[in-house]
């Protein structure tokens, strides 16, 4: 069975730091890429950032030169450290590990999901 474990959130004042982590357990395929999404009320979850098994990163606008993700292949952990955190940071923070299946007719794609950590960001 498939868990992601994450761990991190809470509540930050504004110009401050946290760490999220998301170790993933039970996976039997190849892992592609890891990420992070997050979600406010009422609004679409969007990616955060996400590296793949290379190392590739890729970031929204909106985080860059503030959140770092980084990967323990090893550990089948995912790691986003975010710095000078505003406001509007402020989310429910979803880790996602996407797969690859690889079987007769090519190769197919899963995602999983963990159950999301909330970061506040005092003002």
């Known amino acids: 069975q498939v868990q992601l474990e994450e761990s991190g959130g809470g509540l930050v004042q504004a110009g401050g730091s946290l760490r999220l982590s998301c170790a993933a357990s039970?996976?039997?395929?190849?892992?592609?890429?890891m990420g992070w999404y997050r979600q406010t009320p009422g609004n679409q979850r969007e990616l955060v950032a996400a590296?793949?098994?290379?190392?590739?990163?890729n970031y929204v606008d909106s985080v860059k030169g503030r959140f770092t993700i980084s990967r323990d292949k090893a550990k089948n952990t995912v790691y986003l450290q975010m710095s000078s955190l505003k406001p509007e940071d402020a989310a429910v923070y979803y880790c996602?590990?996407?797969?690859?299946?690889?079987?007769?007719?090519?190769?197919?794609?899963?995602?999983?999901w963990g159950q999301g950590t909330q970061v506040t960001v005092s003002s």
């Open positions: 996602n590990v996407r797969v690859e299946i690889r079987h007769i007719m090519g190769v197919t794609q899963a995602d999983y």
């Open positions: 039970g996976i039997l395929f190849s892992i592609d890429t």
């Open positions: 590296i793949t098994s290379g190392g590739s990163t």
